[in-house]
Structures are given as C-alpha cells and as structure tokens.
C-alpha cells in the first residue's frame, strides 16, 4: 500500500507570499522557500516586514481568499485520491490555508499555526514538529506505507529524500543543480505519468 505526501504553494496553489507581496506593494516579500532554505530565517524576515508595514493576519487572509488553485489542480488531486491516500505536507498556517482547502475539495493537510495579539498582529507562529515534512513520512513508514513524496522547495527536500520514492515538481533550477539525483515532473501530466509509474 502507499500513500503520496505532497507540498502545496508552487504545486496545487500560486505562492501564497509572492501574491501578498503583489497586492501590497512590498517586494521583501517575494521571496520563499525556493530562495532560503532555513525556515525559521525566512520567517523572521516575514514577521519583521509585517511589523514594519503594520499588516494584520485580516490583511493576509484577504489576500489569500483572492489566490485560485493551479489550472488543473483540483482535477489532479481528484485523480489522485481516487487512486491512493494524499496528504499535503505543507509549511503554510492553518490560518491561512482554509480558503485554499476549500477549493480543492478540502485533501488531508498538515501544516503549521501562527501566534496572534489581540490587534490581529501576526507575532509568531508555531511549527508542528522539528523537521515536520520528514517526520511526516518516517511516521507513515512505520505504518508499512510506501511513501511516494513530491515538492517543488528546499523545505521540501528532507522530505523527498525519506520517502521510498519522490521527485521534484517545477523548482527552480538552483533546487535541480542542488539535488540532481532527484526527477523532475514540469506539468501534471508528467506528474501523473511519474505516480502511475511509482505506484506500479
């Protein structure tokens, strides 16, 4: 038996970042996973741009409730829970992440939890678990699935290399130079194409 562990900015969903940075006008913003790999750093630099623009939790949720899925995303996903278990692993807040659950059918998620003051200020947030993506897939092996796992980041590559198979969905070039040795699917079809495969 398997089960497919996913990320979801950059694969099913738009980079819910690059998108505030867009509607607010602040470039800081733009950068992701894709471009720093140590999360607690990036996140840092996010809370701090935040205090600094005054932006409210309210401000980010607006703009995500904006934010439409991937052309072809929820038809892929379908596909996928009509063939195996999907889980998306992903780095995002469960404050931030029901409008897009809700458009793609709401799959099984596991992600994070931001800390709020009373002025809706984000001030903090709260990761799952250490290293949360590959805790994900040793948990699932241990239950004798065979894990099949696929992201687009950094964050997502402790992940890609626990599971018993895994491939790189459109990253940037400097995540292929960096880990070469890992596949890489640039459209659904070709994604399809590598699950089918992995799944035989």
């Known amino acids: 038996m398997n089960v497919v562990c996913c990320d979801l900015e950059g694969v099913w969903v738009p980079e819910v970042w690059i998108n505030v940075a867009k509607k607010t006008g602040i470039d800081a913003l733009k950068l ?3 471009d720093i ?3 607690d750093e990036l996140m840092t630099y996010r809370l701090k741009i935040l205090d600094e623009h005054k932006l409210t939790l309210k401000d ?16 892929m996903i379908k596909w996928l829970q009509s063939e195996t278990r999907l889980i998306v692993v992903s780095d995002t807040f469960i404050e931030f992440a029901d409008p897009l659950m809700k458009q793609l059918d709401y799959p099984t998620l596991f992600c994070h939890s931001l800390e709020v003051d009373e002025k809706d200020r984000i001030i903090g947030y709260k990761l799952r678990q250490k290293d949360p993506k590959r805790q994900v897939v040793k948990a699932l092996k241990t239950l004798n699935y065979e894990v099949i796992a696929f992201g687009d980041s950094y964050n997502d590559v402790t992940m890609l290399l626990e599971a018993d198979k895994s491939f790189l ?32």
């Open 37 to 39: 790999r140590d999360y």
């Open 60 to 75: 980010i949720q607006e703009v995500i409730s904006s934010i439409k899925p991937l052309d072809g995303a929820l038809e």
């Open 32 to 34: 992701t996973t894709r």
């Open 169 to 200: 969905y459109c990253p940037p070039q400097n995540v292929i130079d960096d880990y070469p040795q890992l596949p890489v699917a640039t459209d659904y079809s070709r994604m399809k194409k590598l699950l089918v495969d992995y799944m035989s």
